[in-house]
């Protein structure tokens, strides 16, 4: 049965596959039937999975528990075990945590992205510890001569009366059983839960803060050479010539030599694509950095030479007073309501490319021997790395072998693994361990970059101050035919909600790549949106909150669209949107914030907005101070998450909330990418700025709505609402209105 939108069911005839460990352990593995799909996020249709790993319980009951997804920071090395423990019923101190490698015959999808790791393992997970949990009781009641209803457990013991074995005791009588059907298991009711709903500390921190190897940038192999990669500045140039003869004569240089294939190179960018280059081996990295300085390059720079920012911003001006490309969609008749509206309010609205720059660069490490290949990764999404990776050396999938190492950040930038192809092309030709590691420069210039857009709106408010018309020209960019990651989806809010609406789309061609920040789309469709909103408020003469639950109280009927129709799941922050859900994170974060029971001092104010993503529903107010200098200063964050009916890890939430906060003030403030003559400007934090600790908001105070739906993920959803609610609350504290982000643009900066 394949995964829907909310919910991953599992077929009646999965099962868990036991066999004994050396010593009288057990070993459980989880397994579906013969035939079942399994999608990784990418799309692609993994092989049916065959029994896989997930719990070991030793003779001496230790309890080794195996997290299948890679982290980058996002939790869930903790959060999925902590799924299966709670059902297993052991003791969290005495559980040990192993990652495993990629493979999808053990585990099918395997990915860290899109904040889909608890809504798609929130029932697995704990149906495999349920099921080995309902084994160890049986064989203690079997062992015992009672019955199964007499038998409970604690702390991985089954107990019956006065009588307790230890799960380490059964585990040889387990592994003769057969295996229940995860249907006919009975889940643990919420309120007996010891460790779903407790903060349990990260499994890695000791080790991080001990400044233990666990990163991917720690990999040694023996006899491992060091990698840099000179690429060309602009997407889809090749090199013409290099000085290579001189590079090699330098102190540690092992090797050095061109990439070119230019079957292999796509300038569209996609995920895989190994572009030309020069490719430095040295005895240590700093030996390749020092080499790569005296490097000299002459480059046939391509078609993508001529672009730029200023070009870009100057045809997205004239595209939008030209008739749209596209039309996704067009709800009753706008032009008409425009025209009888009391008041029209218009606007144009743009934000930039931005880099993920994760503090550690992309890095991995490869051997190539005997045709085949082996990779220690930080990858998002391991199965479509070792899915290129194979396509470029011309070998066999079975023939990659990815070891999941802990990254040091991603945000999206590990979706795409062009690093991981050209690690593993530099191993195959230089017949050597390799460890290719990205400068920081490297990284910024070389990215998949949040794309950049503009968005030009005009709305119309009737007598009463209501939303009767509504028209946004999305002006972005395509690869080819196709837009790029962040298009406006047809099913985006307000759609639904003004009765009068319009979304036309037109696109211009793009020399750069670019991929998902964290909140893909939603990242910046936000800050137009939700700034578009306070705009109509301010002119209705409204409060700002009020307004909107009003905007989410009008939410019209589904009728026969003329253009692109309400369609499925719609974009990451469209299909699937519950007007009731944001209502009551909205007036959560009003009550808590005290909205409107204050009057806000000169050079002060607060602003409000909420956005769904991800399957969540946030809203966000923040208070600002603001000089007379453009000096801002965040005093304080107020944030309403509605992500369903558990919060796993509560600790860890909180942490990833106030994460997904500092993130969005930092893309606010200053991050950018400008293109200059096909090059891309910015190449390192001085030019693409995060916000340090003293400039951050003192308090972000967090509030989770439970409701009655199925838990969701938290990486995403908390960023999206930041940056409007920070704009409009500079617009109180200042009365300018901020249509263009980066803030520094505009003369502001962090006090």
């Known amino acids: 049965m394949k995964p829907t939108e909310n919910q991953m069911t599992l077929e009646r005839r999965s099962f868990l596959k036991i066999s004994l460990l050396a010593g009288g352990g057990v070993m459980f593995g989880f397994a579906t039937p013969q035939g079942a799909e399994a999608q990784g996020r990418g799309g692609q249709q993994q092989a049916p999975p065959v029994p896989g790993n997930y719990i070991k319980v030793a003779a001496d009951g230790a309890v080794t528990i195996v997290a299948k997804n890679p982290e980058v920071g996002q939790g869930v090395k903790t959060m999925l075990p902590m799924l299966i423990a709670e059902e297993l019923d052991v003791d969290w101190k005495n559980v040990k945590i192993e990652q495993a490698d990629f493979n999808p015959a053990k585990y099918a999808a395997q990915s860290a992205g899109g904040s889909t790791a608890t809504p798609t393992s929130w029932d697995p997970m704990r149906q495999v510890?349920?099921?080995?949990?309902?084994?160890?009781?049986?064989?203690?009641?079997?062992?015992?001569?009672?019955?199964?209803?007499?038998?409970?457990?604690?702390?991985?013991?089954?107990?019956?009366?006065?009588?307790?074995?230890?799960?380490?005791?059964?585990a040889a009588k387990v592994a003769t059983l057969p295996v229940p059907a995860f249907a006919d298991l009975k889940l643990k009711d919420p309120s007996s839960y010891k460790i779903i709903g407790h903060t349990q500390k990260g499994v890695d921190v000791a080790d991080i803060v001990a400044g233990k190897p666990i990163f991917t940038i720690d990999v040694k192999l023996p006899g491992m050479q060091y990698a840099t990669f000179e690429r060309c500045p602009v997407l889809g140039g090749k090199v013409a010539s290099a000085n290579l003869d001189e590079v090699k004569k330098m102190p540690g240089i092992k090797n050095a030599f061109i990439v070119d294939r230019p079957e292999l190179t796509a300038i569209s960018g996609r995920p895989g694509d190994l572009v030309?280059?020069?490719v430095i081996l040295g005895e240590t990295w700093w030996h390749a950095q020092k080499a790569r300085q005296a490097l000299k390059v002459a480059w046939n720079e391509g078609p993508n030479a001529g672009g730029s920012s200023t070009a870009f911003k100057q045809q997205a001006d004239a595209l939008s007073k030209q008739a749209p490309m596209s039309t996704s969609r067009k709800d009753g008749d706008y032009d008409t309501a425009i025209k009888s509206a009391a008041k029209v309010?218009?606007?144009?609205?743009?934000?930039?490319?931005?880099?993920?720059?994760?503090?550690?660069?992309?890095?991995?490490s490869a051997v190539f021997k005997d045709g085949k290949v082996e990779i220690w990764t930080n990858s998002q999404q391991p199965g479509q790395g070792r899915g290129g990776v194979a396509q470029t050396l011309g070998i066999q999938q079975d023939d990659v072998t990815l070891h999941m190492a802990r990254g040091g950040g991603g945000f999206g930038r590990r979706l795409t693994n062009d690093y991981m192809v050209e690690a593993a092309w530099i191993a195959k030709e230089a017949g050597v361990p390799v460890k290719l590691l990205w400068s920081r420069e490297d990284d910024m210039q070389h990215d998949y970059y949040r794309p950049g857009g503009y968005q030009f709106l005009k709305a119309g408010l009737?007598?009463?101050?209501k939303v009767i018309a509504w028209r946004n020209h999305f002006v972005g960019y395509a690869e080819g035919t196709t837009p790029v990651t962040g298009t406006i989806g047809a099913t985006e809010f307000p759609q639904r909600f003004v009765p009068n609406y319009e979304l036309h789309v037109s696109t211009m061609p793009l020399g750069l790549r670019t991929g998902a920040l964290r909140a893909p789309g939603s990242n910046a469709i936000a800050f137009v949106i939700h700034s578009f909103l306070d705009e109509l408020a301010h002119a209705a003469g409204k409060d700002p909150v009020q307004f909107r639950l009003d905007l989410l109280n009008s939410e019209q009927p589904v009728v026969a669209q003329q253009a692109g129709g309400r369609g499925g799941p719609g974009g990451f922050g469209g299909g699937g949107f519950n007007a009731d859900r944001a209502r009551g994170v909205l007036q959560m974060v009003a009550d808590k914030s005290g909205w409107g029971k204050t009057t806000s001092p000169s050079g002060t104010g607060r602003g409000v907005a909420f956005h769904f993503s991800h399957q969540g529903y946030f809203a966000e107010v923040v208070e600002v101070a603001v000089d007379s200098a453009k000096k801002v200063k965040v005093r304080k964050v107020w944030v309403a998450a509605d992500v369903g009916s558990q919060i796993i890890n509560p600790g860890a939430a909180e942490n990833i909330v106030q994460g997904g906060i500092i993130d969005g003030l930092s893309e606010a403030m200053s991050q950018k990418i400008t293109i200059e003559k096909g090059r891309v400007e910015q190449t390192n934090f001085h030019q693409h700025g995060m916000i340090r600790m003293a400039q951050a908001p003192p308090e972000i105070e967090i509030h989770f709505l439970t409701s009655n739906n199925r838990p969701t993920g938290l990486g995403e959803p908390s960023l999206p609402p930041i940056v409007p609610a920070l704009t409009n609350a500079i617009f109180v504290a200042t009365g300018v209105r901020v249509r263009s982000i980066p803030l520094v643009d505009s003369g502001f900066s962090w006090a």
Request: glycine residues 12%; aromatic residues 8%.
């Open 462 to 465: 009737d007598a009463s101050g």
């Open 129 to 170: 510890g349920a099921a080995a949990r309902a084994m160890f009781i049986t064989a203690a009641a079997q062992t015992w001569g009672v019955s199964e209803k007499d038998c409970t457990t604690a702390s991985g013991r089954v107990i019956s009366g006065n009588r307790s074995a230890g799960y380490g005791e059964l």
């Open 345 to 364: 309010v218009e606007a144009a609205y743009s934000y930039p490319f931005i880099s993920h720059a994760p503090l550690e660069p992309e890095t991995n």
């Open 276 to 278: 030309s280059g020069v």
